[in-house]
């Protein structure tokens, strides 16, 4: 990003706005698949959606196809109340879950993310609540609160697979972009509008900040939304400090759209021809290296 300088977006009406808003346009009532948001979906029940927005998210990740059979899994064997199930007194046990193993994290690693959560509902009833209780009357800061509350659920883990203790509860605090938590908390806090589900009431969606993953890393770059060049959760905050511009209210709400570009193959940032299918192809510095 030599020589650019992050997206110049002014609040108001702005040439630089109108590639976004027109992502927003075309994005309205969408099909939910392939995204994982699509399993909170199906439940009716604001305990369950929330017990099943914190399950999607936290295994969103690996290839669309690999997610969506491990959680179409997941879901079956918590059927037909994630919530019931996870509150119930004879709790899951560890031989339902055998076999249940998602990429790197083992059986195990998921009988004990059971668990954890568990101990979070059964101590304070949602996780919103145990959200709020890491608030402690302070003046809202997502990163700190969000690390008190992936802590108070990493404390519950045990002894032993650290490694995937500390990727099911990433620690913020120290950098980690925790774009699964971020992820988790667009769905609760934002909407309900559709895609997201507008759950809790403890957080603004003004102070929400985007999902950062490799393709948001990337994204972010050639639309000059960043200048930085390391995933981490500044380069999170500066994306989603350039999307406050065009939306100080609700920033995040470009996050959807703009994931879907690669989701749906929209961008690929390497064939021909595929950015006159692209909304945001005009703020793309990447759109004049590819070859016409």
């Not at 908390?185 to 929400?208: F, M, N, Q, T, Y």
Request: aromatic share 8%.
């Amino acid at each position: 990003m030599k020589g650019r300088s992050v997206l110049p977006l002014r609040e108001g009406v702005s040439p630089a706005h109108a590639p976004l808003l027109r992502l927003l346009a075309e994005g309205r009532g969408a099909e939910l698949s392939p995204d994982p948001v699509a399993f909170p979906h199906r439940y009716p029940d604001p305990r369950d959606a929330e017990a099943a927005a914190f399950l999607a998210a936290s295994f969103a990740f690996g290839g669309v196809l690999q997610i969506r059979r491990f959680l179409s899994r997941l879901f079956d064997l918590l059927s037909p109340s994630p919530y019931a199930a996870l509150t119930a007194a004879k709790p899951v046990g560890r031989r339902p879950v055998a076999g249940l193993s998602h990429r790197f994290i083992s059986s195990e690693g998921v009988y004990r993310f059971l668990r954890c959560v568990r101990a979070g509902y059964i101590e304070h009833g949602s996780l919103e609540r145990l959200y709020v209780a890491g608030m402690e009357g302070d003046a809202p800061d997502l990163r700190r609160d969000l690390a008190r509350f992936l802590g108070s659920l990493r404390d519950r883990w045990g002894e032993d697979l650290g490694r995937e203790r500390d990727f099911l509860f990433p620690r913020p605090e120290r950098g980690s972009a925790c774009k699964r938590h971020n992820l988790f908390l667009r769905w609760v806090v934002r909407g309900p509008d559709g895609i997201d589900l507008g759950l809790w009431r403890a957080v603004s969606p003004r102070d929400l900040i985007v999902p950062l993953d490799t393709h948001m890393a990337r994204l972010g770059s050639d639309l000059g939304l960043t200048r930085r060049k390391t995933p981490d959760w500044r380069m999170a905050e500066e994306i989603t400090g350039s999307l406050r511009l065009a939306c100080p209210e609700d920033p995040v709400k470009f996050d959807y759209p703009l994931t879907r570009l690669g989701i749906l193959g929209v961008c690929t940032a390497s064939r021909r021809g595929v950015c006159g299918r692209c909304p945001v192809a005009p703020l793309c510095s990447r759109r004049s290296r590819i070859p016409r």
